[in-house]
């Protein structure tokens, strides 16, 4: 399979079957756990590309067809960014797996950073902004990286930026090589979120500015108790970058108070109400016309709860249990009931929320009792001075006659004598 662009400007799939024997096979550019990459040129174009190969046997071994197919299908959805390394063919053979990938001639970011030392602001913004462009297409496409790190930015012919190695995307565990990049969060609660890629960023960007990673220590163990407890510090040499160039220290914030905020919206309808919310007649809606017709007896959403509660996972996030969201439909007998705007009801519900995007949240929501109201009959209307009056209304009414009649004889057993009108409405005497 391969994607082209039409004359429109459009992408164009085109299938396109690729083997072995069409290319030849140059030097080793890099290796891999369980793959190896190669300088190859398809024999017809002529076409420089690099090619990943994967040994089958390898990878059934440690158990990682996972996560190829996870590499394969990532690449596969991230074809229209010029900051990620693209995939144009794959195919097999008895021994071996194979990734027709873009040929990055610039080589790692890694490389290049060691030979200079550390970037000054201006090539720092430079290489910054691209990657900044390639995680916010990324996870507009659903991904997340979990794997950012110099070693996996390369460099095309021009030196722009090419995002590479998606074999981690889904991966929990974290790789003894990517250490010093790896979010609190993925120590902690062992799952990553996209602000993991925006923290790996930030220790990117202070990697090109210091030449050396925020967190570093001499074990692996040492290292991710520097992530969690966030221990880091700033270079104190006069001629670092960030001191020279402008660069406030403050532009690095590790805050761990700080968690990343979302919001939450909450929106229910009838299914059977036949009334589109959407159209231009619904944002009338709460004009307050009393002559808007049937769009008016709509029941809309709050109208059918009293209370609602958000409880949120509080294994996920620092500040969970202090997150519970709470909404009181407002009492309509309080004499200030029209001035709040409470009162008014509506078909969403909308919250902010912090902490891990992934985070599993609870919605409780108690029913509002609207008992049935009838028609009550003219002779027990005049008892309670009501015409239409629900189960209650009407049992509450008629002892109220009662006690005001002064026809109530035992107040703990609720006997009472009738009198004319009570008679008329078919009540009897209860002395039993």
Request: proline share 3%.
């Amino acid at each position: 399979m391969r994607r082209d662009v039409d004359s429109n400007g459009k992408t164009v799939i085109r299938h396109v079957k690729k083997g072995v024997r069409d290319f030849s096979f140059g030097r080793v550019l890099g290796e891999g756990s369980y793959s190896t990459v190669y300088l190859a040129t398809d024999r017809q174009t002529l076409k420089e590309y690099a090619i990943k190969v994967l040994e089958k046997r390898h990878i059934i071994k440690e158990k990682k067809i996972k996560y190829v197919n996870i590499e394969k299908d990532t690449l596969n959805r991230l074809t229209e960014h010029p900051g990620i390394v693209r995939l144009y063919y794959t195919f097999q053979d008895e021994n071996s797996l194979y990734y027709v990938l873009d040929l990055c001639n610039g080589g790692e970011l890694l490389g290049v950073l060691k030979k200079t030392g550390t970037f000054d602001v201006d090539c720092t913004r430079f290489y910054g902004a691209q990657i900044l462009d390639a995680i916010s297409y990324m996870h507009s496409r659903g991904v997340i990286h979990r794997d950012l790190k110099p070693e996996n930015v390369l460099l095309d012919d021009n030196m722009h930026v090419k995002i590479t190695d998606f074999g981690t995307a889904k991966l929990l565990k974290t790789p003894r090589e990517l250490q010093e990049y790896v979010s609190p969060e993925l120590l902690t609660s062992k799952n990553a979120c996209k602000a993991s890629d925006l923290w790996a960023f930030g220790c990117i960007i202070y990697q090109l500015l210091a030449g050396r990673p925020p967190f570093k220590a001499g074990t692996e163990y040492l290292t991710f108790q520097k992530i969690v407890n966030l221990e880091y510090e700033f270079p104190t040499v006069e001629d670092q970058v960030w001191q020279t160039n402008g660069l406030a220290v403050d532009t690095f914030d590790f805050t761990p108070n700080v968690e990343a905020s979302y919001r939450v919206k909450i929106e229910g309808r009838l299914l059977d109400d036949g009334y589109d919310n959407s159209s231009d007649e619904a944002d009338g809606s709460d004009s307050g016309d009393d002559n808007s017709g049937s769009k008016s007896t709509t029941q809309r959403f709050t109208h059918f709860f009293k209370h609602l509660t958000v409880e949120f996972e509080t294994s996920r996030s620092r500040a969970a249990a202090d997150q519970t969201v709470t909404w009181n439909k407002f009492d309509t007998t309080k004499p200030n009931h029209a001035k709040s705007p409470a009162s008014t009801e509506a078909d969403e519900l909308t919250f902010k929320r912090n902490g891990d995007e992934n985070m599993n949240i609870t919605i409780k929501l108690t029913r509002q009792e609207n008992p049935e109201r009838h028609r009550v009959r003219p002779e027990l209307a005049e008892i309670i001075d009501m015409v239409e009056a629900t189960r209650q209304e009407a049992i509450m009414g008629v002892w109220d006659y009662i006690r005001a009649s002064g026809l109530q004889e035992d107040e703990e057993k609720r006997h009472f004598r009738c009198d004319a009108l009570l008679r008329k409405g078919r009540f009897r005497d209860m002395n039993n």
